[in-house]
C-alpha cells in the first residue's frame, strides 16, 4: 500500500501538498511480478538489486509529483526541456520576496525529499522481496500482479469514474516518456518545421491615423478576473471608476475574450502571437521565428510613419529580438530612469512607465504619431508587495514619488503562497486605477489603448480546469474604430462576454481591419 501510494497520489488543490487516492500502480505490479519471478527462478533478491529498484522508485515519485504539481500551480502540464531554462530566474524571483525561513525550507526540503522517499520505499520494496520466500504468498502476490497489468491493458475506459471498482493510475513511465519526446522534438527542432505562413499585415490604417496607439499586454490578466464571483466583486469598484475615466474624457470602450497561446506563464508567446498573427505555443518555435524575415504589426505602423516603441521596464540586458519586431526605439529599465522605491521582485511600477512613456513620446507637442508596446510587471507573480497608486502623475518623476504611510503599508503586504488570489486581485486593481487615471492625465489627447491580458494566472489562482482565455478592450474616441470592432463581436462596454471571439493571433487582423482598409 505505501509502494502504491508513493506513485498515486494526486495534488490537493492549491498547495503543494499530496493525497492518497486508492488508484492502483502498474508500474507497482510490473515490479511485483518481476520481484516474484525473481525469487521463483533466482531466489531471494540482494540488497544491490533493491537499492537500485528503490532508487528508480524515489524517480518515479519526484516526477510524478512534478506532474501532478505543476497541473495544480500553474494549469499546465511541465515542459522540462523548455521550462528548466526560467526556473532559475523563477527561483530567484520567488527567493527575492520569500521570508528567509521559507527560502531556508525549500532549500532543506530539496536535500531532504529524496532521502525521506527513499528510506521508507526502500523499507517497503524490502517487506514485498522477502514476503516472496513464501511459496503461497509469492503465487498469489505475482498471479495478483499479472492480472492487474492484463486489466490495465484491456479494461476500456468507463463511461463513469465514479463508479468504478478499479482505477489505475496514468503510468509515470508515460510522464517520463513525454518529456524524452518533448526534449527530442526541441532538439531535433521539430516543434517548429512548420511555422504558419505570413498572413497578410496590410492596413492604410486610415481610420487611427494621427492618434497614437498603446498596446498594453497586462500581466496575468486572465478571464478568472471576470469568472470568480469573489474578483468580480472585489474589482467592481476599480472597473467602474475606469469606466466612468472612458466616459468622461469623452472616449467608449469595447470588449471581447480571446485564447492566449499560453497559460500561467510564457508572456513572450502571447506577445509574439499578437505582434505577428502566428499561433506560437513554444520556445523553439518562437526562437526560429526569429531567425526569418517577417512582418508584424510594427512594420506596419512604421512604415505609415509611426514612431514604434517598446516599453519594456523589467529589461535589464540588451534585447536583440526588438530588431525583429521592427521597434524604432527601446525604453528599457535605464531608460525609464526610475528613481524611486522598488517593491518586490519589480524595479519599475507600471503607473511610472506610462508617465514616462507619456513624457517622453506624447506629451512635446508636435511629435510622431506613437505606437507603444507595453507589457506589465506589477501584476506578475506572486503580486505582492503592489505599488501604490499615486493620484498626482507630476510627483512620479521624483525620487520621493510615494508618501511615507503608502510605502509602509505597500512593503509590509506579503504573498501567502497557499492563498495568492487576494494580492492578484490587488495588483490587478492597481493596473486598471493606473490606467483610468491616465486616461484622465491625458484626456486631451487622441488616443487608442488597447488592453489585453497576456495569459490567465497560475492555476494557484484560476482553480482547476479554467479557460486560456483572456480579455481585451480597446478604448478610443473615434466611433468609427468601435464600430468596426463591435461588427466583429466585441460589446459595448467594459464586460467580455464568453465564449471567446477568436484565437489571440486572428485578433492582429481584426485589429488592423479596424484601423484601416
Do not use: C
Request: net charge negative; hydrophobic share 45%; proline share 8%.
Amino acid at each position: 500500500m505505501l509502494a502504491d501510494a508513493a506513485l498515486t497520489f494526486e495534488n490537493v488543490w492549491p498547495t503543494p501538498a499530496i493525497r492518497w487516492t486508492g488508484d492502483v500502480s502498474v508500474e507497482l505490479a510490473i515490479a511485483v511480478l518481476a520481484m516474484a519471478v525473481a525469487a521463483q527462478f533466482w531466489g531471494t533478491l540482494s540488497r544491490w538489486a533493491l537499492r537500485w529498484l528503490a532508487i528508480a522508485g524515489v524517480v518515479l515519485i519526484i516526477g510524478h509529483y512534478a506532474d501532478v504539481t505543476s497541473q495544480a500551480l500553474f494549469g499546465r502540464p511541465i515542459n522540462l526541456y523548455w521550462d528548466s531554462r526560467h526556473l532559475t530566474n523563477v527561483g530567484a524571483m520567488f527567493a527575492f520576496v520569500a521570508h528567509p525561513w521559507l527560502i531556508a525550507v525549500v532549500l532543506a526540503a530539496l536535500v531532504l525529499i529524496p532521502v525521506l522517499t527513499y528510506l521508507p520505499l526502500r523499507w517497503a520494496l524490502g517487506v514485498i522481496a522477502g514476503a516472496m520466500h513464501d511459496p503461497r504468498v509469492r503465487t498469489v502476490l505475482g498471479g495478483l500482479a499479472a492480472v492487474l497489468i492484463v486489466l490495465f491493458f484491456v479494461l476500456p475506459p468507463p463511461e463513469d469514474y465514479s463508479t468504478r471498482a478499479l482505477e489505475f493510475a496514468p503510468p509515470v513511465s508515460r510522464t517520463y516518456g513525454r518529456q524524452i519526446m518533448l526534449a527530442i522534438d526541441g532538439l531535433t527542432g521539430a516543434a517548429a518545421r512548420s511555422l504558419p505562413p505570413q498572413p497578410s499585415m496590410r492596413s492604410d490604417l486610415s481610420r487611427v491615423q494621427g492618434a497614437d496607439v498603446l498596446l498594453i499586454f497586462v500581466e496575468s490578466y486572465g478571464a478568472t478576473t471576470w469568472d470568480h464571483p469573489q474578483a468580480v466583486k472585489y474589482l467592481a469598484p476599480v472597473r467602474d471608476e475606469f469606466t466612468r475615466a472612458v466616459r468622461d474624457t469623452g472616449r467608449s470602450v469595447v470588449s471581447a475574450f480571446v485564447e492566449s497561446p499560453t497559460f500561467g506563464g510564457g508572456s513572450w508567446l502571447a506577445h509574439i502571437s499578437l505582434l505577428t498573427g502566428l499561433e506560437i505555443r513554444d520556445d523553439e518555435s518562437n526562437m526560429r521565428l526569429m531567425t526569418q524575415q517577417r512582418e508584424t504589426i510594427l512594420t506596419t505602423f512604421r512604415d505609415k510613419g509611426y514612431s514604434t516603441i517598446a516599453v519594456m521596464p523589467g529589461m535589464s540586458q540588451p534585447w536583440p529580438e526588438g530588431a525583429f519586431y521592427g521597434f524604432t526605439d527601446i525604453y528599457d529599465l535605464y531608460r525609464l530612469d526610475y528613481k524611486g522605491p522598488t517593491f518586490g521582485w519589480w524595479d519599475v511600477p507600471d503607473q511610472f512607465s506610462l508617465y514616462r512613456l507619456d513624457a517622453l513620446a506624447i506629451a512635446p507637442q508636435p511629435h510622431q504619431p506613437v505606437f507603444a508596446f507595453f507589457p506589465t510587471v506589477s501584476t506578475h507573480a506572486p503580486f505582492v508587495p503592489t505599488p501604490p497608486y499615486q493620484p498626482d502623475w507630476t510627483k512620479l518623476g521624483t525620487a520621493t514619488p510615494f508618501s511615507g504611510i503608502d510605502l509602509t503599508y505597500s512593503w509590509d503586504q506579503q504573498p501567502d503562497w497557499t492563498n495568492l488570489e487576494p494580492g492578484y486581485l490587488q495588483s490587478v486593481a492597481y493596473a486598471f486605477r493606473a490606467f483610468a487615471g491616465y486616461l484622465r492625465y491625458r484626456a486631451d489627447r487622441d488616443l487608442v489603448v488597447i488592453l489585453i491580458g497576456d495569459h490567465q494566472p497560475p492555476a494557484l489562482v484560476t482553480g482547476p480546469g479554467a479557460s486560456w482565455d483572456v480579455p481585451v478592450h480597446v478604448v478610443a474616441s473615434r466611433p468609427e474604430i468601435i464600430d468596426r470592432l463591435k461588427q466583429r463581436g466585441f460589446r459595448d462596454g467594459l464586460v467580455p462576454q464568453h465564449p471567446s471571439l477568436m484565437k489571440m493571433p486572428a485578433l492582429t487582423r481584426v485589429m488592423l481591419d479596424a484601423f484601416g482598409n
